[in-house]
């Protein structure tokens, strides 16, 4: 028996969150606690001796089969191949969602800015989203400073005024 066909702690929690699953929710449908939930999944080789594990093998509707392995002197319950690769498969799903999911929250993230005060001390404020520095020290653009950058600036006023008059004076006919 291969390492890979044990079914440990780790797997147990993988396929728990690849249903999305809470602890709470799994132990409520086992009818055991939350904290019975968290041993089993901080074990590393799941023994099959205890009712409680076989309930949570249930109802997360793995298809196990027990095998003893005589040289560590333990009982662990092996995967179905099918079985184990439906998991994986479930879980590089799972992981690509949350992937996706911190990519987007650090989009939005808002962290301390940290620039120098006037007073040499850190800024304590929180950064525009997506950014490192608060709307006082780099976060938001406070406007054109050079006669070049003004005159490209009314330049783009006046162009995107324009194009608003025809799209105004289209709808108003």
Not at 48 to 62: M, N
Not at 117 to 127: I, Q, V
Request: with cysteine.
């Amino acid at each position: 028996m291969t390492r890979s066909e044990v079914l440990t702690g780790a797997k147990l929690r993988a396929g728990r969150k690849a249903l999305r699953m809470s602890q709470a929710e799994l132990a409520r449908r086992t009818g055991y606690s939350r904290d019975t939930v968290r041993y089993w999944e901080k074990k590393g080789v799941i023994e099959a001796r205890c009712g409680a594990f076989q309930a949570f093998v249930e109802a997360l509707g793995l298809r196990i089969y027990s095998r003893s392995n005589a040289r560590a002197r333990i009982w662990g319950l092996t995967l179905l191949q099918a079985e184990r690769e439906r998991l994986e498969e479930r879980v590089r799903a799972e992981r690509a969602r949350l992937r996706e999911r911190e990519v987007a929250k650090a989009a939005h993230r808002r962290v301390c800015c940290g620039a120098r005060t006037r007073k040499g001390r850190p800024c304590r404020l929180l950064s525009e989203p997506g950014r490192r520095r608060c709307k006082f020290h780099g976060g938001k653009s406070t406007g054109p400073r050079t006669a070049e950058g003004r005159a490209r600036i009314a330049e783009a006023q006046r162009t995107r005024w324009a194009r608003w008059r025809r799209e105004m004076g289209k709808d108003l006919k």
